[in-house]
RNA sequence: GUGGGUGUAGUUCAAUGGCAGAGCACCGGAUUGUGGUUCCGGGCGUUGUGGGUUCAACUCCCAUCACCCACCCCA
């Protein structure tokens, strides 16, 4: 082999793509009764972009980013994340003029330079909601339940919602300076990594998993203390429209996001029994990045969720996500004159809508009888020397076994039988 | 980016430094046109790759690549 696959990448095999499509037809459906629509963008931006809008400090830009310039010396980086190019687009075609809200998702390839690791990849695919328009605390119980309900209709039983505010971006810097505060007289007994992040981003330095570190963050006041009013009734409300949905959930005020352009509602859903990489999808309000990216100062919220993370937690969960497809008849014939009297009738059958299978390789009867089983279609169609002399077929119901004649010509009664 | 583990047939796994094997899967056959069960037959695979040690390496050593696990990060 001269060819490997590159590191952190997979092939989606003809054996696993009916799993995908299920689940991504899933998410077409519920994004649709939800009255969300697609939107497809490039899977390159301009660098910057993502440098502004994540922010420049966010280990997603600082070092997973792909990053290349094309032949005139351009910036360009294949994209990290869906929002921030999705909201380029809602600027960019001036959908922030219309006045109404607008509901899109998205589905297709992101790309981080990460280490690989189960559930981890440098090429994954996303699916992922944007609502922008409206700061109404509904829209965020709205997103938050296509999400819940997406996973759960899958069929998914052991999932964690996660639920915080990270409120304004004034509760949010008040925050940052309380817990400066809190951390500064154990500072140098933070480690390495906390001693960056207490500079760079405090809230880091609360999902810390060294040990002495989680000690020193054990009494760190919670951002819940820090909202100010209108964060508080925000974050209260999206809480009692989640209760009014059925969708359970749990405070987590330690839950901080990625990213560096949410304010207010942040969540994440998390599967129990996936290892590690245990974050099926995430999300939050972003209601600042519309301006920050050029449009108009317009709320937002959205999530985006890995399948390759969800299809482990289904496999996990053992749920059946059908079968790929078998064929509905399978075409057999001996000798030429049949073979030539089979052509148009695969034609017709195919043309009605009917799955036909025909391998004329396979040389002797009882070969293709095997293939015929082995495909698992519902019925063989004979066509012989005897046929071909008596004008008909033979249609056999590989199941049952039992076997009927039937005219030379595809009928309407025959593609009955086959749809049946 | 850091630490640890693994790498043998399509696949799951064997092989005290001494001839590289088995189950499953796959293909073919068991007299003329009837499948699944059964029986018989079918495998030279650069033992991930490249070096080294040795009379001899799947086995020991080094490097490299890939995957897995954890850290990290995040979906």
Redesign the pocket.
């Known amino acids: ?2 060819y ?7 092939d989606i095999l003809p054996q696993q793509s009916y799993k995908w499509q299920k689940v991504i037809d899933a998410f077409r459906k519920i994004a649709a009764v939800c009255g969300y629509q697609e939107i497809t963008t490039p899977v390159f931006e301009q660098a910057s972009l993502f440098e502004r809008s994540s922010g420049e400090s ?3 830009v600082k ?2 980013m792909y990053r290349f310039q094309d032949q005139k010396g351009r910036e360009f980086a294949l994209r990290p ?1 869906g929002t921030a190019p999705v909201v380029r687009s809602y600027v960019e075609n001036r959908l922030d003029l219309g006045g109404s809200n607008t509901k899109l998702f998205y589905i297709g390839p ?1 790309f ?11 090429q ?3 699916y992922g909601i944007e609502f922008i328009g409206s700061d109404n605390p509904y829209f965020d119980a709205e997103v938050i339940s296509i999400l819940w309900n997406y996973l759960t209709g899958l069929g998914l039983r052991r999932l964690r919602l996660e639920l915080n505010s990270v409120g304004c971006p004034q509760c949010s810097t008040a925050y940052d300076t309380a817990l400066r505060n809190y951390f500064q007289p154990s500072l140098a007994d933070l480690c390495p ?1 906390c001693q960056l ?1 207490f500079g760079q981003k405090p809230r ?1 330095l609360l ?4 040990p002495s570190c989680k000690q020193i963050a054990a009494y760190a006041p919670s951002q819940l203390e820090y909202l100010d009013d209108a964060c508080k009734v925000h974050f209260s409300a999206v809480q009692d429209n989640l209760g009014l949905m059925q969708i359970p959930f749990t405070i987590n005020p330690r839950i ?4 560096d352009y949410y304010t207010n509602t942040a969540f ?2 998390v599967y129990e029994g996936l ?9 939050g309000r972003y209601n600042g990045l519309i301006e920050q990216i050029g449009g108009k100062s317009i709320p937002a919220i959205g ?7 969800l299809l482990l937690a289904l496999d996990e969960e053992e749920v059946e996500l059908g079968a790929p497809g078998v064929p509905d008849v399978y075409v057999i014939t ?2 030429e004159a ?1 073979q030539k009297l089979v052509l148009p009738y695969l034609n017709a059958l195919r043309g009605a809508g009917i799955y036909a299978e025909f391998d004329p390789d ?6 293709q ?6 495909s698992q279609a519902r019925f ?1 169609l ?8 008596a004008n008909q077929v ?1 249609l ?6 039992e ?1 009927q004649t039937l005219p030379l010509e595809p009928s309407d009664r025959i593609i009955q039988l086959l749809k049946a």
């Open positions: 082999m001269d490997k696959i590159p590191r952190g990448t997979y966010s280990d997603v070092k997973e994340e992101m981080r330079y990460d280490r690989p690791q189960a559930g981890r990849y440098r994954f695919y996303q990594d992040r880091r999902d810390c998993k060294v901080v996001r990625g990213l994440e859903i290892g590690a990489q245990n974050s099926l999808a995430g999300g999530f985006a969720g890995g399948f390759e993370r001996l000798g049949a396979k040389a002797s009867f009882k070969a009888l095997k293939a015929a089983d082995h063989a004979i066509v012989g020397e005897d046929e071909v002399a033979t056999k119901n590989l199941q049952s076994g076997q």
